[in-house]
């Protein structure tokens, strides 16, 4: 079956470390994307995702006018930050680990997302609703999100390590032919 994610139903959040002992959350305003789920045979299902990198909002408009310049995503030059699954396991129960092709400030490195199906039911309108938590993790540096400041303390004031925790809830939008 293929699937369109639900921009209203769903979130793209991540959290990285500040000077080392805060936690400061964010999340993307606007994607969308594409899912071809095949029950079954998982192996076969695809995902397909892009996220408008300019829509990053974490509550401090100087602080997303700074994630958007040149020091972090640089939207001018790289407006998108785009998943391609390139392998989909099923691992038991309505647990999957999805790896793909991640791109962000145009470098693309493999990522691996930890999958849950957290439900299926059909809605008002007849289609076929599925919902996904994806949680993962990645150093901000794989992808050239180099910009930093020492601490006098000791550490740096932004963290490497990004956590992602997504909520997405796809509806059906056709069959896939066999």
């Known amino acids: 079956m293929a699937y369109e994610i639900d921009p209203n139903?769903?979130?793209?959040?991540?959290?990285?470390?500040?000077?080392?002992?805060?936690?400061?959350?964010?999340?993307?305003?606007?994607?969308?994307?594409?899912l071809h789920i095949d029950e079954q045979n998982p192996a076969n299902s695809q995902v397909d995702v892009t996220i408008d990198a300019s829509s990053i909002d974490t509550g401090a408009e100087a602080r997303d006018n700074h994630l958007r310049s040149a020091d972090f995503f640089d939207v001018a030059k790289y407006p998108t930050i785009t998943f391609k699954s390139t392998r989909v396991e099923a691992?038991?129960?309505?647990?999957?680990?999805?790896?793909?092709?991640?791109?962000?400030?145009?470098v693309t490195r493999p990522q691996t997302l930890e999958?849950?199906?957290?439900?299926?039911?059909?809605?008002?309108?007849?289609?076929?609703?599925?919902?996904?938590?994806?949680?993962?993790k990645l150093s901000r540096k794989d992808?050239?999100?180099?910009?930093?400041?020492?601490?006098?303390?000791?550490?740096?004031?932004?963290?490497?390590?990004i956590k992602l925790d997504i909520e997405a809830q796809v509806i059906e939008t056709a069959s896939v032919a066999a």
């Open 9 to 34: 139903h769903s979130t793209v959040e991540f959290a990285a470390k500040h000077m080392m002992i805060t936690t400061v959350r964010g999340r993307f305003k606007k994607f969308s994307g594409t």
């Open 91 to 106: 691992l038991g129960g309505e647990k999957y680990r999805v790896t793909g092709d991640l791109t962000i400030h145009g």
């Open 115 to 136: 999958v849950e199906r957290e439900g299926s039911i059909k809605d008002m309108q007849g289609k076929q609703r599925q919902s996904f938590s994806a949680t993962g």
């Open 143 to 161: 992808f050239g999100l180099e910009w930093n400041v020492a601490l006098e303390s000791g550490g740096w004031l932004v963290g490497d390590e």
